[in-house]
């Protein structure tokens, strides 16, 4: 029997349906396989990397070089922190390409891992097609307006924040196995989520209130300082309905544990998106990709990341052509 380690974004939609679709990928390799889920983040608590399994995969996330790698999966601009991560990921792509795979135009990870999945080893089915179509529409912002984005009634968007939330470890071990026997909308069923969603809303609902109170426009960036209080949710999109004339936003919160700077672009803007988020974020210590990144930093630097948000937003005034 293998023993599989699969290191992926946690706390992440499309992380977790990177994880689903490897683990489906890996058991069509190796039927007496059996897996263990690392949920990675990149606050400041994130540390070197163990990977002690048999077979070790890491997916969605920044590349790491490591003796013990032997898949690798990533479309974030941001993956390589070096040059030399860079090469050392070559090196290992130039010896085995169809397990060191980047592609940072891809609108998932999802999509990369189901690609491999059917292009090397004739694996494809409408589930796999249907769960890379949600992490297509929910990494890359594919929804036809602001409404649907922020609908909390929605099966898939209330999976989606009971991921954000809930998605560690054990939880990734939970639901992997349903997603692959039920989808997205099967999962939305299980009572784990249903229970874990109902104790959810009502912090949405008034992260809402607090976006709504807090949020200013600054030039074209939607400013949401929420440190006054703690809050445990995350918002992507509704700084949009509340700001629509928002080219771009900048979200500044604290948790028990840490803060986060959260950057984003507004994909139903008039504006075109012309200043790289990722790289930004990078600057700082974070990632992301072009249209959408973030920062952590440990609970005792507040002074620090006021000044960083506020950074931030200066340089999202400037398109990165008339610098």
Aim: one cysteine or more.
């Amino acid at each position: 029997m293998t023993q599989v380690l699969c290191a992926t974004h946690g706390h992440c939609f499309d992380g977790l349906v990177s994880a689903a679709l490897f683990t489906d990928l890996i058991r069509n390799i190796h039927p007496s396989s059996q897996f263990s889920y690392r949920a990675l983040g990149y606050g400041p608590q994130q540390g070197r990397l163990n990977l002690d399994g048999e077979l070790n995969a890491l997916l969605d996330y920044r590349y790491v070089p490591q003796p013990t790698l032997h898949y690798y999966v990533d479309h974030h601009a941001t993956a390589f922190l070096t040059a030399a991560d860079r090469a050392e990921f070559e090196e290992q792509k130039g010896q085995a390409p169809t397990r060191f795979v980047y592609d940072e135009k891809a609108p998932s990870c999802a999509t990369l891992v189901a690609q491999l999945a059917r292009s090397h080893h004739q694996l494809d089915s409408p589930l796999h097609r249907d769960l890379e179509k949600w992490a297509n529409k929910i990494d890359a912002a594919q929804f036809d307006n602001v409404q649907e984005a922020i609908d909390l009634d929605s099966p898939l968007l209330q999976v989606v924040n009971t991921v954000t939330h809930f998605g560690d470890h054990q939880f990734y071990s939970q639901t992997i196995p349903t997603l692959l026997k039920e989808g997205v909308l099967g999962l939305a069923e299980q009572r784990t989520v249903k229970d874990k969603f109902r104790r959810l809303r009502p912090a949405i609902e008034l992260l809402n209130r607090r976006i709504k109170s807090s949020g200013t426009m600054v030039g074209r960036v939607a400013w949401v300082n929420l440190m006054d209080e703690a809050t445990h949710v995350v918002s992507k999109f509704r700084q949009y309905f509340e700001f629509p004339d928002a080219a771009y936003s900048v979200i500044l919160h604290r948790t028990d544990e840490y803060l986060r700077v959260s950057v984003g672009y507004n994909p139903w803007s008039a504006a075109p998106c012309d200043v790289h988020i990722g790289q930004i974020c990078q600057q700082f210590g974070g990632g992301g990709h072009a249209v959408v990144g973030a920062i952590g930093l440990s609970a005792d630097r507040s002074d620090e990341a006021l000044t960083i948000a506020q950074h931030i937003i200066g340089r999202l005034q400037i398109p990165e052509g008339a610098r």
